[in-house]
């Protein structure tokens, strides 16, 4: 059972090159969310799916776009890499629950934009 | 917004309880309390949640009062290995969880 899947787990950009982050979770769960986290710093919510098909904006979605493929997964998309969108990306898929539920984050996808 | 208060760090020795107070004003009805912890270099793992009183698990205890504007996490005879970063967290809207900035929790021999 692997639970939350990144990848890549390591990614190097320019500034302006695109990419995107790919998340997988195998737990049947209804939703998935994207945090980063920058050195030192808690988590912010870039974007979330209630359920498949449905995606809403986070505390910080600006320069970002993200895809809920399917149940399982969730995508995260830079378009135009910057410097400040260096940080660690953390997907995450919530088991449903009492209240806020539980978490399952995965291990990060790490990004340097130079 | 949805929006918790933290301190920023605390220092404890081996052995002895540690208690991480969360202010969480506007906090909503319908809103559980939720604490997690994150290591270096890993995601944030689920501790503990609850609603109002108390709840204990194996690792922690929670402790909300009856205005549930803020939470106690408690954790008992803390070790080196307790050293970590703990958030709570609620829902802003159900589905849209919101962190706080954490506080930097450091255990020392």
């Known amino acids: 059972n692997a639970g939350v899947t990144q990848t890549p787990k390591f990614q190097v950009l320019k500034t302006g090159q695109s990419m995107t982050l790919q998340c997988a979770q195998d737990?049947?769960?209804?939703?998935m969310y994207w945090y980063r986290q920058d050195p030192g710093m808690g988590l912010r919510l870039i974007y979330y799916?209630?359920?498949?098909?449905?995606?809403d904006k986070g505390e910080v979605p600006n320069g970002y776009n993200v895809s809920r493929l399917n149940k399982r997964e969730f995508s995260l998309r830079l378009e135009s890499a910057a410097p400040s969108q260096t940080s660690v990306y953390f997907c995450?898929?919530?088991?449903?629950?009492?209240?806020?539920?539980?978490?399952?984050f995965g291990e990060g996808s790490r990004l340097t934009v130079l | 917004l949805a929006k918790t208060t933290q301190p920023i760090s605390m220092d404890s020795y081996e052995g002895q309880e540690v208690n991480i107070t969360c202010s969480h004003n506007?906090?909503?009805?319908?809103?559980?309390i939720t604490w997690y912890q994150q290591f270096p270099s890993q995601g944030p793992r689920f501790i503990i949640q609850g609603y109002k009183t108390k709840v204990t698990n194996e690792v922690a205890s929670l402790f909300i009062p009856a205005d549930r504007k803020s939470s106690t996490l408690s954790l008992p005879r803390v070790s080196l290995s307790d050293t970590a970063v703990y958030y709570c967290?609620?829902?802003?809207?159900?589905?849209?969880?919101?962190f706080g900035a954490g506080t930097r929790l450091a255990v020392h021999p």
């Open positions: 737990m049947n769960h209804n939703s």
């Open positions: 506007n906090i909503a009805t319908n809103d559980y």
């Open positions: 799916s209630a359920s498949e098909g449905t995606t």
């Open positions: 967290l609620f829902s802003g809207g159900y589905n849209k969880l919101i």
């Open positions: 995450a898929s919530r088991r449903q629950g009492k209240g806020a539920g539980e978490l399952f």
